[in-house]
């Protein structure tokens, strides 16, 4: 089982930045597709971007192309995302995600607390 804690939200003007963390605790943190999920009020939870274990290949939403990268640091058990020109669209509260997919079995998933982006126009 992993536990995973976000930090890095705030308020920040529009075409500003942040950069979000998730710390994970547990042994086998490589292990894992990692990836970053919002929530806006009203709306359904999205992905945002995705790192994924096998291979070091990422997705992006269309949304955030070009504007946000997400990383990860398998010695330091964490994933990030930073968040470079920020619109009002993207305020919401952003989830830290932990997949680990086994064959044969289902696959496990973990989410962080979430951490709330808020960005003024």
């Known amino acids: 089982q992993v536990q995973l804690v976000e930090s890095g939200g705030g308020l920040v003007q529009a075409g500003g930045s942040l950069r979000l963390s998730c710390a994970a605790s547990g042994r086998t943190f490589s292990s894992y597709d990692m990836g970053w999920y919002r929530q806006a009020p009203g709306k359904e939870r999205e992905i945002v971007a995705r790192?994924?274990?096998?291979?070091?290949?990422?997705d992006y939403a269309d949304s955030v192309k070009g504007r946000f990268t997400i990383s990860r640091d398998n010695a330091k058990n964490t994933v990030s995302l930073q968040m470079n020109s920020l619109k009002p669209e993207d305020t919401a509260i952003y989830y830290c995600?932990?997949?680990?997919?086994?064959?044969?079995?289902?696959?496990?998933?973990?989410w962080g607390q979430g951490t709330q982006v808020t960005v003024s126009s």
């Open positions: 995600n932990a997949v680990l997919k086994r064959p044969f079995y289902s696959d496990s998933i973990y």
């Open positions: 790192y994924r274990r096998s291979g070091g290949s990422t």
